[in-house]
């Protein structure tokens, strides 16, 4: 998969079929398949139905063609880039196994409890941050306003709001240049970089680790409960991460491990799970009975959310003071430049 076609289906996924129509078009498709229509009558009702989005018609639609020719509903829904890999891999499960109803409970979970970087961190503090980029747009302009009061070069080379924005005039496009580039970096590599190199990705990779054991223990518990056992979670895990190299390689280190002998916590520890985790898990199942690990991975779902839901509240208390920290000695060094200049130039002018 290409960067280009990987923008194209954030910008899809995330703007125009977000999470919101997307809930939506899965409840509908619920209703449908609980009320005994086959799939494929499911989808050819919602692409032809009036009360769906635009764009849950076309991706029913693309699911349709491709149910029709034999290559299951799953490759339709990949190929319209209208939803996430993510959910594509548990609906490629739910196609394999034939258990619709409970994969779309799993999708509404992770909808309605989405705890993504983006929601829980950037989308609460785009207030702090819209003022924080306002103030450094106008840091960025104090030039063209100091010289309309004086062009006195001593003068303005004293000034610190002149010096900072000549400091940004310099500095301030390599620097968004090199934000850019290390967030995609960072957006990039995530699922993909093994060993030293994700050093790189510094908190962002502690923060994603966490999401993955989050979203395995939730299909894990899911998978349970329909009687899976722990190397069959393993393989269709191994579909619901397909787009992921990292975790795919966590994955089947971890299936291997297992099905050489060592016990499923063991295989996990370091792998998809962090080993603290693991050892919660073995202490839920203390006995290892195939009936306790539906509830032990249900209760890590729960402690993992928190644990997730606290460390975004962390990151965004964080971002917050250092955007309010910005603007404060941005708002100073101008307010302060500003009306050096205007006094000295004005009321007691060096002419006089």
Not at 63 to 80: C, I, M, P, V
Request: contains cysteine; aromatic residues 10%.
């Amino acid at each position: 998969m290409n960067l280009l076609d990987t923008l194209l289906r954030w910008w899809n996924c995330t703007l125009r079929f977000d999470r919101g129509k997307r809930l939506i078009f899965y409840r509908m498709m619920r209703a449908q398949l609980s009320a005994g229509l086959p799939l494929s009558k499911a989808l050819e009702n919602l692409t032809e139905s009036l009360y769906v989005y635009p764009e849950a018609a076309i991706a029913a639609r693309r699911a349709l063609q491709t149910l029709r020719t034999g290559d299951g509903a799953a490759k339709g829904f990949r190929d319209s880039r209208l939803v996430p890999l993510s959910d594509v891999g548990v609906i490629r499960v739910a196609e394999r196994r034939g258990n619709w109803l409970p994969a779309l409970d799993t999708l509404f979970g992770e909808i309605q409890q989405p705890q993504t970087f983006f929601v829980s961190v950037i989308s609460p503090n785009a207030y702090f941050l819209i003022v924080l980029g306002v103030a450094l747009i106008l840091a960025f302009l104090m030039q063209g306003i100091l010289l309309e009061i004086t062009t006195d070069p001593q003068t303005l080379r004293q000034n610190p709001a002149y010096q900072l924005s000549v400091w940004l005039d310099q500095w301030l496009l390599p620097l968004l240049a090199a934000s850019g580039a290390y967030t995609m970096l960072v957006l990039w590599g995530r699922p993909r970089w093994q060993g030293s190199g994700r050093y790189l990705l510094l908190p962002f990779d502690r923060e994603y680790r966490l999401r993955v054991a989050l979203r395995y223990s939730r299909f894990a518990s899911l998978m349970h409960r329909q009687g899976a056992g722990h190397v069959d979670v393993l393989n269709d895990a191994m579909e619901l991460f397909a787009a992921e190299p990292y975790v795919l390689r966590q994955l089947r280190d971890a299936r291997n491990a297992h099905t050489g002998g060592l016990a499923i916590e063991r295989a996990l520890a370091g792998r998809v799970l962090n080993p603290q985790h693991a050892g919660l898990l073995q202490n839920m199942a203390p006995q290892r009975l195939t009936t306790s690990y539906p509830a032990a991975y249900a209760a890590l779902t729960e402690l993992l959310q928190a644990l997730l839901a606290k460390r975004h509240q962390s990151l965004l208390v964080a971002t917050r003071i250092l955007a309010l920290i910005g603007f404060v000695v941005l708002f100073l060094t101008m307010a302060g430049g500003i009306f050096t200049m205007f006094t000295d130039s004005v009321f007691f002018p060096t002419h006089l």
